[in-house]
């Protein structure tokens, strides 16, 4: 097999999923809006469960689930078997994955949310088969040959179930309306949570704020300066920011420097930030400012809240 019959096999599988899922997304009817509001509805949790590669994309789904607003776990069926099923309680809602419907693993699972009155949602792609018959709302997945030509690897059908469990994740978030801000709640790790973090997660509060009144001698500043460690201080007027010391100011005033105060000698009107701001967006106002240093200040005035510093965003991972 040369190098082009396996780049036009992997086109092919690709082409062949994509196919599938223009027919996944025709498929849906109002059966998903039924299975939406069922969700909604539940004062529980959203049990997702699948075997196989089933149990795998089921593990993936409840894990989007959960970090867009909509509790969820996943619960292996074989081990519902032997005690899991103590997982499920009323209030819940189970998402059974299952391409054929007769996984024989999932039957004491139905049986326990038949006897407890639990809402039942199957995926699969019979919807005559023994899971469709027994579930309360029916999501079928439209036929499709699986990728491999042959019908015995999961594919095609894994593919259109993820989908559908990311369809219906992200309409639930739409109908919460989840914010970013929400998201970083349940995802504070990763990149996907640096960029998500605030500048007041980052910043440098109270005593470690570098300060100074504008009255203060050049002595008081340069001693704050030094302890404080960020290479700037800023100037403080009836407790509004009204100016900021740095290395270029000193450099500017090296003649008589001592002799002056810390008004004479700042840069009025310095480069702030609010502290609800994205870190993300004062790391881009440092750079394309070519500062080191941005001040937090309260966005009802001028009120010094705190310091960030660039090397605060580099640790979080804004990069």
């Given at each position: 097999?040369?190098?082009?019959?396996?780049?036009?096999?992997g086109r092919r599988?690709?082409?062949q999923?994509?196919?599938?899922?223009?027919?996944?997304?025709?498929?849906?009817?109002?059966?998903?809006?039924?299975?939406?509001r069922?969700?909604?509805?539940?004062?529980?949790?959203?049990?997702?469960?699948g075997?196989?590669?089933?149990?795998?994309?089921?593990?993936?789904?409840?894990?989007t689930?959960?970090?867009?607003?909509?509790?969820?776990h996943?619960?292996?069926?074989?081990?519902?078997?032997h005690?899991?099923?103590?997982?499920?309680?009323?209030?819940?809602?189970v998402?059974?994955?299952?391409?054929s419907?007769?996984?024989?693993?999932?039957?004491?699972?139905?049986?326990?949310?038949?006897?407890?009155?639990?809402?039942?949602?199957?995926?699969?792609?019979?919807?005559?088969?023994?899971?469709?018959?027994?579930?309360?709302v029916?999501?079928?997945?439209?036929e499709?040959?699986?990728?491999c030509?042959?019908?015995?690897?999961?594919?095609?059908?894994?593919?259109?179930?993820?989908?559908?469990?990311?369809?219906?994740?992200?309409?639930?978030?739409?109908?919460?309306?989840f914010?970013?801000?929400?998201?970083?709640?349940?995802?504070?790790?990763?990149?996907?949570?640096?960029r998500?973090?605030?500048?007041?997660?980052l910043?440098?509060?109270?005593?470690?704020?570098?300060?100074?009144?504008?009255?203060?001698?050049?002595?008081?500043?340069?001693?704050e300066?030094?302890q404080?460690?960020?290479?700037?201080?800023?100037?403080?007027?009836?407790?509004?920011?009204?100016?900021?010391?740095?290395?270029?100011?000193?450099?500017?005033h090296?003649?008589?420097?001592?002799?002056?105060?810390?008004?004479?000698?700042?840069?009025?009107?310095?480069?702030?930030?609010?502290?609800?701001?994205?870190?993300?967006?004062?790391?881009?106002?440092?750079?394309?400012s070519?500062?080191?240093?941005?001040f937090?200040?309260?966005?009802?005035?001028s009120?010094p809240?705190?310091?960030?510093?660039?090397?605060?965003?580099?640790?979080?991972?804004?990069?």
């Open positions: 097999m040369t190098d082009q019959d396996l780049v036009s096999t599988v690709v082409s999923e994509a196919e599938a899922l223009n027919l996944l997304e025709a498929s849906l009817t109002d059966s998903f809006a039924v299975a939406l069922l969700i909604l509805e539940a004062k529980g949790r959203v049990i997702v469960t075997m196989g590669k089933s149990g795998h994309i089921a593990r993936k789904i409840a894990a689930f959960a970090s867009t607003g909509t509790p969820a996943f619960v292996h069926p074989a081990e519902a078997s005690g899991d099923l103590g997982m499920m309680a009323a209030g819940d809602v998402l059974v994955l299952s391409n419907g007769e996984t024989p693993e999932l039957a004491d699972l139905i049986a326990h949310t038949r006897r407890f009155h639990i809402p039942l949602v199957g995926v699969a792609s019979k919807s005559d088969s023994t899971l469709m018959k027994q579930c309360d029916k999501l079928v997945l439209p499709a040959a699986e990728a030509g042959r019908g015995i690897v999961p594919t095609t059908s894994t593919t259109m179930t993820l989908a559908l469990g990311d369809a219906l994740a992200i309409a639930l978030m739409e109908h919460r309306q914010t970013p801000e929400n998201f970083r709640d349940f995802h504070p790790g990763g990149k996907l949570g640096a998500l973090s605030k500048v007041r997660d910043m440098h509060s109270n005593e470690k704020m570098p300060l100074i009144a504008s009255e203060a001698p050049m002595s008081e500043a340069l001693l300066i030094s404080k460690g960020f290479g700037v201080v800023g100037v403080v007027q009836d407790e509004a920011l009204i100016g900021i010391i740095t290395d270029g100011d000193l450099r500017r090296m003649a008589g420097l001592l002799e002056m105060r810390a008004g004479q000698v700042m840069t009025q009107n310095p480069r702030s930030i609010a502290p609800g701001a994205l870190a993300e967006s004062a790391l881009a106002l440092m750079n394309e070519q500062i080191t240093c941005l937090v200040v309260d966005p009802a005035g009120t809240m705190g310091i960030l510093h660039i090397h605060d965003c580099l640790r979080a991972g804004l990069v």
